[in-house]
């Protein structure tokens, strides 16, 4: 008997299993239930803009206290809805041009490197893919003058992280990430990057990622996500 998983690709049977939910079961808005979609514009607007993080390298662009987001993150990270993600695109590509400000004009034949937070590659395997990858991607979409340049592997995990518990004391948060990632030199070296990810509480996961890549050689590292 031939094993079908053994044939066509786990990400792409999980793909083929997210378009025929979506038929069966339509996305609905988190905020105000229309049909079609994880978060309508109407109710992405309603959403209180994000308080200004702790550290000034990371720009936010959703306030995480508002039950939307909340939920929509939570179904966005652990219950395979990868949609949410287009959500999300184009606010924050927008955020990130607006952000960059001049540095666009001092770099203007340079491109900005986009990384996505890494997922360590047991969790990977678990979920079947990174949200802050797809965050990046969506946002690529948007990038039609080509500012930006993806690279998904300029940083990977280089050991699992127990999850961040909010309660968590701010110390032993970072103790938790110490030498959890590793950045390539030949990706970063003398590149200005940009980080991505859903969701900054501390700001201690985007600290320990710039910390590698600056030690790796990278010119600036500045981060953008979703919701604080």
């Known amino acids: ?4 998983q ?10 083929l299993f997210n378009i025929a939910l979506d038929i069966l079961f339509p996305q609905v808005c988190v905020g105000c239930k229309k049909n079609g979609t994880p978060l309508c514009e109407k109710c992405l607007d309603a959403i209180p803009v994000a ?17 939307a987001i909340r939920k929509l993150i939570w179904q966005f990270k652990y219950k395979n ?11 924050l590509y927008e955020d990130i041009i607006a952000g960059l400000g001049e540095d666009l004009f001092i770099s203007k034949k340079e491109t900005f490197l986009l990384v996505p937070i890494p997922l360590h590659k047991k969790r ?39 999850a961040q518990a909010k309660k968590e004391k701010r110390l032993a948060r970072f103790e938790n990430l110490r030498g ?18 859903d969701v900054t509480t501390t700001g ?13 050689g990278a010119r600036s590292v500045k981060a953008w996500t979703v919701a604080h």
Do not use: W
């Not at 008997?1 to 079908?4: L, S």
């Not at 308080?51 to 039950?67: C, N, V």
């Open 1 to 4: 008997m031939i094993c079908i």
């Open 6 to 15: 053994s044939i066509i690709p786990m990400r792409l049977l999980l793909s």
């Open 51 to 67: 308080r200004a993080p702790e550290y000034a390298f990371i720009s936010s662009i959703l306030d995480y206290r508002s039950p």
């Open 81 to 91: 809805a990868r949609r949410v993600a287009k959500c999300f695109g184009e606010k």
């Open 124 to 162: 990977l395997r678990e979920r079947g893919y990174n949200q802050s990858e797809l965050l990046a991607r969506e946002i690529q979409k948007y990038d039609t003058e080509e500012i930006l340049e993806l690279s998904p592997k300029a940083l990977v995990r280089t050991r699992a992280t127990n």
């Open 180 to 197: 959890a990632f590793a950045a390539d030199p030949k990706l970063v070296h003398r590149r200005n990057i940009i980080l991505i990810d």
């Open 204 to 216: 201690a996961t985007l600290a320990e990622a710039r910390k590698v890549l600056l030690k790796a």
